[in-house]
């Protein structure tokens, strides 16, 4: 009882799972001190229920009386004694014609805030704004600063949506949200939309606070029975939930609707009943859903239908849709991801790019859209990759606008079982100079629609958040939404700024949950790229399968195109005009000839461009083949630090987020080590040149399990081979023999750390026994399926290869150190090796 009422009085949320995100509401320190600084009631002007105006004043009952326990109450009109007035600018003016003169300019969106001993003035320029402006006066103070300021706020971009690859029906490859770790969709369920949008509402509330218009719920791999009347009831009950906050909705589209839905025998983009189905499309969805913001359309990519089909152009497409929305003042974002992952053939055409792909498509089509079009492209050529060049795309488009696609999730990064802070990534792309003409030309300039003067521009996320409390499937994963939302509004922000607003809302204002949180936050990314995938090579994971785990091997010899062209002397692609795929000769002169030459080839990009031996010496001084070797142990050796950094918030942060990061954060560093293996063990392999300092392929404190003494065991030659020590692993003989490996300990008597690499493999359960002269250090079970959000996998390789660590455990010289497997289902309980590590050491 007693610690209920000291929970209580120090403001302290019960149940911290995630749910709240940033909009916990908690506690501020020394509120009671602040009260005379904070309004007393709240005005809202013009407020009809279900609208942003009215939720304003809602969020600012809820957030002044969460942060600081102040009741407040809501009045039409002025009460006595301090007042949050919030409302439209024309709602205000009309009031108050006389304050019409001071207030500033604002765009679609924008809001201004006025605080001053206690009043709260916040306008929007439409009810949206406003709602914004409240939830950013709400910010403000959260973070305990209840000082006099004025501000003035206009978005950088009026496109800011997030994307959400959610499909209608659970299962098949991708499940219910197609590269989505955070749980089932939140908005379909069995090929309907839910009934219970409660997800959606707080979703949108959550995208509002951020300042966010527009989610499209439905996956870009669009599944045509989204358009059945049913469906479109289901979507205009959607957008019902979106409305309080000012969020729209929009819909993916798949191409050949009018074929498998409408029952045409064509969807030729210039058949006049294909347009026609298409207008009544239209008018159906506006009639229920008047404030929808659009459509997004995915074609003739990756197997989805498109104009090409029909020999027509991508314009003749996008402007078939545009045609339709646009006397219901829709917009379309069209996605320049169009490629063809079939005909791309490797050795036969040292030329052929996937690369190239969208400039290839899109060249010449600038002035053939519709101005109500909008061409989402993604940051980079390929696919939201660890490290890409800038797309030249945006070169290329100057008449039509553009939005930036970026991934909040982690498909490539780690998804979410791997701590990757995603806004200095986006920011040197934003700030990336792409000197159009010669002049000044950033990406940020481009998307905003200030260096062409484009009227519809800006940013789309792909979000895939889930019904997981924590959202995206990890509490820490949840800055870069945050992160996102903010660049979106004002890209000149900063990492770190963000994070600290981020890390006070969610965590609060301990200043050592602040500098491990950023540590941790801001080695990520570099940390990641280092033992992911070095010099602009991409990730090397498995892109056949999920995307997550090591595999160098797979990006090669198939026509999906994310090639290295490493062979036993050489690496990287050659994307130079003078002798590789042109792909350099797409961007403006400067940048091309930047890119053209290796000298002037930032270091990070060596391999994006150019084709080199594994012995070209960079600017470091250190060969490629070193720099990766190096590159692996420095990025996990990161990661083992973020375990350790992580422990220090014990007590200083709620338990049940600090439990939660920290077994990702332990996954994440032993998991780090397999992808540091994998890769070095694939190129050393590969190169014959071995690892200057000794470590590639020399690990003295491992005892491979297949080099035990075996019973109900056999040795299992792991395929890829690098996803295993050695090679090999073991497994039982059967599905239901129980192995044991047991081995003599040669190392002198002391403490050290055991870690055993096993497999966890989406096939079953099994449970592992690790015992030290017959007494049991631990026991596990191979559930992290269940655990790990990540692309589940039922192979024996680098997505499932997994890490146990017992730490601080007592063992003699001789001692027998015995692991016993119980395999379960088809999970065969394998294991790679056990370590045996003294302490501080990790290998
Ligand atoms: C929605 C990548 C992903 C696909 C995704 C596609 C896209 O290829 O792996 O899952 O499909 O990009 O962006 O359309």
Redesign the pocket.
Same mark, same amino acid.
């Given at each position: 009882m007693r610690s209920l009422l000291w929970l209580a009085v120090v403001g302290l949320a019960v149940a911290e799972d995630g749910l709240a995100a940033w909009l916990r509401y908690a506690r501020v320190p020394s509120a009671s001190r602040h009260l005379g600084k904070l309004p007393s009631a709240v005005v809202t002007l013009n407020a009809t229920k279900g609208y942003p105006v009215h939720t304003a004043g809602q969020e600012l009952v809820d957030g002044i009386g969460g942060l600081f326990g102040k009741k407040l109450t809501v009045a039409k009109s002025k009460p006595k004694g301090t007042t949050a007035t919030v409302g439209t600018v024309s709602a205000y003016v009309d009031k108050n014609p006389s304050a019409a003169k001071g207030l500033p300019d604002l765009v679609e969106d924008g809001f201004y805030l006025k605080i001053s001993k206690g009043n709260v003035l916040i306008l929007g320029q439409n009810e949206r704004g406003a709602l914004y402006g409240a939830f950013h006066y709400l910010s403000v103070i959260a973070q305990g600063n209840v000082s006099d300021f004025t501000l003035t706020s206009n978005p950088d971009a009026p496109v800011r949506w997030v994307n959400q690859?959610d499909n209608m029906q659970d299962g098949g490859t991708?499940g219910s949200v197609?590269?989505g770790y955070g749980g089932d969709s939140i908005f379909f369920w069995d090929g309907h939309i839910r009934e219970d949008l409660t997800r959606a509402g707080q979703y949108a509330r959550l995208l509002a606070s951020i300042g966010i218009n527009a989610v499209v719920a439905n996956?870009?791999?669009a599944n045509a029975s989204i358009l059945t009347p049913e469906n479109m009831d289901g979507l205009a009950r959607i957008a019902d939930v979106f409305r309080p906050y000012g969020v729209q909705l929009g819909v993916s589209l798949n191409f050949a609707a009018p074929q498998l839905l409408g029952g045409l025998d064509t969807f030729d983009p210039l058949d006049k009943t294909v347009v026609n189905w298409w207008q009544g499309i239209a008018d159906n969805l506006y009639k229920r859903i008047p404030d929808m913001a659009g459509y997004l359309v995915?074609a003739n990519?990756?197997g989805q239908p498109g104009p090409m089909t029909y020999n027509r152009t991508l314009a003749d497409g996008a402007n078939l849709f545009a045609r339709t929305l646009k006397p219901h003042g829709g917009i379309i974002l069209f996605?320049a /991801?169009v490629y063809d992952h079939r005909s791309l053939n490797q050795t036969l055409d040292w030329k052929a790019d996937r690369a190239n792909a969208a400039v290839d498509y899109f060249d010449g089509l600038d002035d053939k859209f519709e101005d109500n079009v909008v061409i989402q492209i993604?940051y980079g050529p390929i696919? /939201?990759q660890v490290r890409e060049p800038v797309s030249p795309l945006f070169t290329h488009l100057r008449r039509t606008g553009a939005t930036v696609e970026l991934q909040i999730t982690q498909?490539y990064l780690g998804q979410q079982a791997h701590v990757v802070y995603l806004a200095p990534m986006w920011k040197e792309l934003l700030d990336f100079d792409l000197r159009v003409d010669s002049k000044p030309s950033t990406l940020k300039s481009i998307v905003s629609g200030k260096r062409f003067g484009q009227k519809l521009t800006g940013y789309a996320g792909?979000v895939n958040v889930g019904t997981n409390t924590t959202w995206l499937g990890s509490h820490l994963a949840m800055s870069n939404l945050y992160a996102y939302g903010k660049l979106a509004w004002d890209p000149e922000q900063t990492s770190t700024g963000i994070l600290k607003e981020w890390t006070t809302l969610t965590f609060g204002h301990d200043k050592l949950v602040h500098d491990v949180i950023t540590k941790i936050s801001m080695e990520s990314w570099p940390a990641y790229e280092d033992y992911s995938g070095n010099l602009g090579i991409q990730t090397l994971t498995d892109i056949l399968l999920g995307?997550y785990g090591p595999n160098p091997g797979s990006q090669d010899g198939n026509p999906w195109g994310q090639w290295t062209r490493a062979d036993d002397d050489t690496i990287g692609m050659d994307r130079t005009v003078w002798n590789g795929t042109g792909f350099a000769g797409q961007y403006p002169p400067e940048i091309a000839a930047m890119y053209e030459n290796i000298e002037t080839t930032p270091d990070n990009l060596l391999l994006w461009f150019h084709h080199v031996p594994y012995t070209q010496k960079l600017k470091s001084g250190k060969t490629v083949i070193q720099h990766f070797y190096d590159a692996h142990y420095k990025g996990s050796a990161t990661a083992q630090t973020f375990v350790t950094l992580w422990e220090k918030l014990k007590g200083r942060i709620d338990k049940e987020r600090y439990e939660h990061v920290l077994f990702r954060l332990i996954y994440q560093a032993g998991h780090s080590l397999v992808w540091r293996d994998s890769v070095n063990q694939f190129y050393f392999n590969k190169s014959g040149i071995p690892d200057e300092l000794g470590r590639v392929g020399n690990h003295k404190y491992r005892i491979e399990a297949e080099e035990m003494e075996l019973k109900g065991y056999k040795s299992y030659r792991v395929s890829p081979f690098e996803a295993a020590s050695g090679y090999h692993c073991v497994v039982t003989e059967t599905n239901s023999t129980v192995g044991t490996a047991t081995t003599k300990l040669k190392v002198p008597s002391g403490k050290y750390d055991l870690a055993v690499n096993y497999y966890d493999m989406a096939l079953g359960n099994s449970t592992w026994e690790l015992f030290v002269d017959r007494k049991l250090v631990g026991k596990w079970k191979g559930d992290l399926e269940y655990e790990l959000g990540r692309a589940p996998s039922p192979y024996i390789d680098g997505q499932t290869a997994a890490r146990k660590t017992f730490r601080g455990v007592r063992v003699k010289k001789g001692s027998e150190l015995k692991v016993v497997g119980r395999p379960d289902g088809l999970e065969p309980a394998p294991i790679d090796y056990i370590s045996v590590l003294p302490e501080g050491t990790v290998d």
């Amino acid at each position: 009882m007693r610690s209920l009422l000291w929970l209580a009085v120090v403001g302290l949320a019960v149940a911290e799972d995630g749910l709240a995100a940033w909009l916990r509401y908690a506690r501020v320190p020394s509120a009671s001190r602040h009260l005379g600084k904070l309004p007393s009631a709240v005005v809202t002007l013009n407020a009809t229920k279900g609208y942003p105006v009215h939720t304003a004043g809602q969020e600012l009952v809820d957030g002044i009386g969460g942060l600081f326990g102040k009741k407040l109450t809501v009045a039409k009109s002025k009460p006595k004694g301090t007042t949050a007035t919030v409302g439209t600018v024309s709602a205000y003016v009309d009031k108050n014609p006389s304050a019409a003169k001071g207030l500033p300019d604002l765009v679609e969106d924008g809001f201004y805030l006025k605080i001053s001993k206690g009043n709260v003035l916040i306008l929007g320029q439409n009810e949206r704004g406003a709602l914004y402006g409240a939830f950013h006066y709400l910010s403000v103070i959260a973070q305990g600063n209840v000082s006099d300021f004025t501000l003035t706020s206009n978005p950088d971009a009026p496109v800011r949506w997030v994307n959400q690859w959610d499909n209608m029906q659970d299962g098949g490859t991708h499940g219910s949200v197609e590269r989505g770790y955070g749980g089932d969709s939140i908005f379909f369920w069995d090929g309907h939309i839910r009934e219970d949008l409660t997800r959606a509402g707080q979703y949108a509330r959550l995208l509002a606070s951020i300042g966010i218009n527009a989610v499209v719920a439905n996956n870009v791999n669009a599944n045509a029975s989204i358009l059945t009347p049913e469906n479109m009831d289901g979507l205009a009950r959607i957008a019902d939930v979106f409305r309080p906050y000012g969020v729209q909705l929009g819909v993916s589209l798949n191409f050949a609707a009018p074929q498998l839905l409408g029952g045409l025998d064509t969807f030729d983009p210039l058949d006049k009943t294909v347009v026609n189905w298409w207008q009544g499309i239209a008018d159906n969805l506006y009639k229920r859903i008047p404030d929808m913001a659009g459509y997004l359309v995915k074609a003739n990519s990756e197997g989805q239908p498109g104009p090409m089909t029909y020999n027509r152009t991508l314009a003749d497409g996008a402007n078939l849709f545009a045609r339709t929305l646009k006397p219901h003042g829709g917009i379309i974002l069209f996605r320049a /991801f169009v490629y063809d992952h079939r005909s791309l053939n490797q050795t036969l055409d040292w030329k052929a790019d996937r690369a190239n792909a969208a400039v290839d498509y899109f060249d010449g089509l600038d002035d053939k859209f519709e101005d109500n079009v909008v061409i989402q492209i993604k940051y980079g050529p390929i696919d /939201f990759q660890v490290r890409e060049p800038v797309s030249p795309l945006f070169t290329h488009l100057r008449r039509t606008g553009a939005t930036v696609e970026l991934q909040i999730t982690q498909e490539y990064l780690g998804q979410q079982a791997h701590v990757v802070y995603l806004a200095p990534m986006w920011k040197e792309l934003l700030d990336f100079d792409l000197r159009v003409d010669s002049k000044p030309s950033t990406l940020k300039s481009i998307v905003s629609g200030k260096r062409f003067g484009q009227k519809l521009t800006g940013y789309a996320g792909v979000v895939n958040v889930g019904t997981n409390t924590t959202w995206l499937g990890s509490h820490l994963a949840m800055s870069n939404l945050y992160a996102y939302g903010k660049l979106a509004w004002d890209p000149e922000q900063t990492s770190t700024g963000i994070l600290k607003e981020w890390t006070t809302l969610t965590f609060g204002h301990d200043k050592l949950v602040h500098d491990v949180i950023t540590k941790i936050s801001m080695e990520s990314w570099p940390a990641y790229e280092d033992y992911s995938g070095n010099l602009g090579i991409q990730t090397l994971t498995d892109i056949l399968l999920g995307h997550y785990g090591p595999n160098p091997g797979s990006q090669d010899g198939n026509p999906w195109g994310q090639w290295t062209r490493a062979d036993d002397d050489t690496i990287g692609m050659d994307r130079t005009v003078w002798n590789g795929t042109g792909f350099a000769g797409q961007y403006p002169p400067e940048i091309a000839a930047m890119y053209e030459n290796i000298e002037t080839t930032p270091d990070n990009l060596l391999l994006w461009f150019h084709h080199v031996p594994y012995t070209q010496k960079l600017k470091s001084g250190k060969t490629v083949i070193q720099h990766f070797y190096d590159a692996h142990y420095k990025g996990s050796a990161t990661a083992q630090t973020f375990v350790t950094l992580w422990e220090k918030l014990k007590g200083r942060i709620d338990k049940e987020r600090y439990e939660h990061v920290l077994f990702r954060l332990i996954y994440q560093a032993g998991h780090s080590l397999v992808w540091r293996d994998s890769v070095n063990q694939f190129y050393f392999n590969k190169s014959g040149i071995p690892d200057e300092l000794g470590r590639v392929g020399n690990h003295k404190y491992r005892i491979e399990a297949e080099e035990m003494e075996l019973k109900g065991y056999k040795s299992y030659r792991v395929s890829p081979f690098e996803a295993a020590s050695g090679y090999h692993c073991v497994v039982t003989e059967t599905n239901s023999t129980v192995g044991t490996a047991t081995t003599k300990l040669k190392v002198p008597s002391g403490k050290y750390d055991l870690a055993v690499n096993y497999y966890d493999m989406a096939l079953g359960n099994s449970t592992w026994e690790l015992f030290v002269d017959r007494k049991l250090v631990g026991k596990w079970k191979g559930d992290l399926e269940y655990e790990l959000g990540r692309a589940p996998s039922p192979y024996i390789d680098g997505q499932t290869a997994a890490r146990k660590t017992f730490r601080g455990v007592r063992v003699k010289k001789g001692s027998e150190l015995k692991v016993v497997g119980r395999p379960d289902g088809l999970e065969p309980a394998p294991i790679d090796y056990i370590s045996v590590l003294p302490e501080g050491t990790v290998d």
